[in-house]
């Protein structure tokens, strides 16, 4: 059973994500909160496996609590999932870096809701790829026109030229499956070269790694 949390400042909205997260028999809603500090209080409570966050709320933002959650080894199985009605917004891309898994618009259709939820529960974590690849992209490019990395290119050279490989392929949006046959190796490799890059770079999720894959200078925004 995948436990949820709902975080969102709207009672409303909050309901209406409950009756259908609940239609599905695998997942039950844990828990609901107004705001971040509340959030972190029904998940410490409650447990959570999933958490639905709003970025702009009263009190503790979405983006505050994300970076809690991020911060506490308590609760590192706890996978978030921004919930923007921007889907550009710039606190996204902070979330991101916080150690949120993904975004999803708020406009998302239902099904579309679930298939978010039981991928980041599963682990794959990065929702949306092309989309949030696009995202990262356009913020950077306005932080210096993506002329200068944030991280030094260095923090790269613990990975092999393979790794390398698949880390601008994750970057690119690519899946597991897609990754292997373009590398012409088995996905079950992929995921290991995966695992390898979370252990090194010391990356919470695959949105991490597409975040450091920008920063280090590995991958660059596309221009225009």
């Known amino acids: 059973m995948i436990r949820v949390v709902l975080v969102d ?23 609901e909160a107004s705001d971040g500090a509340e959030a972190l209080k029904v998940i410490r409570d409650a447990g959570a496996d999933v958490v639905l966050m709003d970025i702009r709320m ?4 979405g983006l ?23 889907e550009s917004d710039d606190y996204v891309i902070e979330a991101l870096r916080a150690g949120a898994s993904g975004f999803l618009g708020k406009g998302a259709e239902p ?15 990065l929702l949306s790829p092309s989309a949030t690849r696009g995202l990262i992209a356009t913020f950077l490019a306005s932080q210096g026109n993506g002329d200068g990395a944030e991280l030094d290119a260095g923090a790269l050279d613990v990975l092999t030229a393979r790794e390398r490989e698949v880390l ?10 897609q990754i292997a046959e373009r590398l012409s190796v088995s996905p079950l490799t992929v995921k290991t070269h995966i695992n390898r890059l979370l252990t090194k770079l ?10 450091l894959a920008y920063e280090t200078g590995l991958v660059r925004p596309r221009s225009g």
Request: net charge negative; proline share 4%.
């Open 64 to 86: 505050a609590a994300t970076r809690a959650i991020g911060a506490d080894p308590d609760l590192g199985g706890v996978k978030v999932v921004i919930l923007t009605t921007f």
């Open 58 to 61: 009263p009190g503790m933002d």
């Open 111 to 125: 099904e579309e809701l679930l298939h978010a939820i039981r991928l980041v529960a599963a682990g794959e974590a």
């Open 168 to 177: 601008v392929e994750v970057a690119g949006g690519l899946s597991n499956d």
């Open 202 to 211: 010391d990356a919470r999720d695959r949105a991490q790694l597409v975040v």
């Open 9 to 31: 400042d709207q009672a409303l909205l909050r309901s209406a994500f409950r009756v259908l997260v609940e239609s599905d028999p695998a997942m039950t809603v844990t828990g």
